[in-house]
């Protein structure tokens, strides 16, 4: 059981170059989502797929897109990276987002991107 | 616009002593409060819940306190060890389902000395 797994660990980008960052989960949980974590800043939601089929908005979405491929894997796009996404990403997941529950959510180990 | 803090500064605290964060919300109104710890280089690891018509709520040496009417959550740890030294972070949550609110705070680091 290997939990919320994220792919590649460290990326570096040029501006203008684009990339996927992956997640996948094996823990069978309906809800997954995307944060980054910037110093000071604390964790910001960037979208999340409350379940296999849909996707959200967060409070920072803008320059990135996401794919839910199926109910394991959650996928985030940078299609045209920018300097200011020079951040630490994480994918987390969680079993499910319903009224009157609050589940914790399980975080992966995280990417560590920069953009040049 | 919501918003949430935890202590900015670093906590420094003896081992054996109990430490204590904080986390403070203004204009919001959360039905959870989830606390977290996250090692440097690592993701945030689930540590407790606490509900709002729960005033606290224990995990072996593990505390959280939750003041609707003060607008904050207190998070002591007892008998600290340097193992403990690590990142907290709280996270107010609304009763409703969606992820969308879901705000964390910037954390508190927290170094435990032998």
């Known amino acids: 059981n290997a939990g919320v797994t994220q792919t590649p660990k460290f990326q570096v980008l040029k501006t203008g170059q684009s990339m996927t960052l992956q997640c996948a989960q094996d823990m069978n949980h309906n809800s997954m989502y995307w944060y980054r974590q910037d110093p000071g800043m604390g964790l910001r939601l960037i979208y999340y797929s409350a379940s296999e089929g849909t996707t959200d908005k967060g409070e920072v979405p803008n320059g990135y897109n996401v794919s839910r491929l199926n109910k394991r894997e959650f996928s985030l796009r940078l299609e045209s990276a920018a300097p200011s996404q020079t951040s630490v990403y994480f994918c987390?997941?969680?079993?499910?987002?319903?009224?009157?529950?609050?589940?914790?959510?399980?975080f992966g180990p995280g990417t560590r991107l920069t953009v040049l | 616009s919501q918003k949430i803090e935890q202590n900015s500064e670093a906590l420094n605290i003896q081992e054996g002593k109990t430490a204590t964060l904080t986390c403070n919300y203004t204009?919001?109104?959360?039905?959870?409060l989830q606390w977290y710890r996250q090692d440097p280089g690592r993701g945030p690891v689930f540590l407790l819940l606490i509900r709002e018509n729960e005033k606290e709520k224990r995990k072996e040496r593990l505390k959280v306190t939750f003041d609707t009417t003060l607008k904050q959550s207190l998070f002591h740890i007892t008998a600290s060890q340097p193992a403990d030294s690590a990142t907290y972070l709280c996270?107010?949550?609304?009763?409703?389902?969606?992820?969308?609110?879901?705000?964390f705070g910037s954390g508190t680091r927290l170094s435990i000395r032998p």
């Open positions: 987390a997941s969680s079993v499910i987002v319903r009224s009157g529950s609050r589940d914790e959510q399980f």
């Open positions: 996270a107010p949550l609304p009763g409703y389902s969606s992820a969308s609110k879901i705000i």
């Open positions: 204009n919001y109104s959360p039905a959870y």
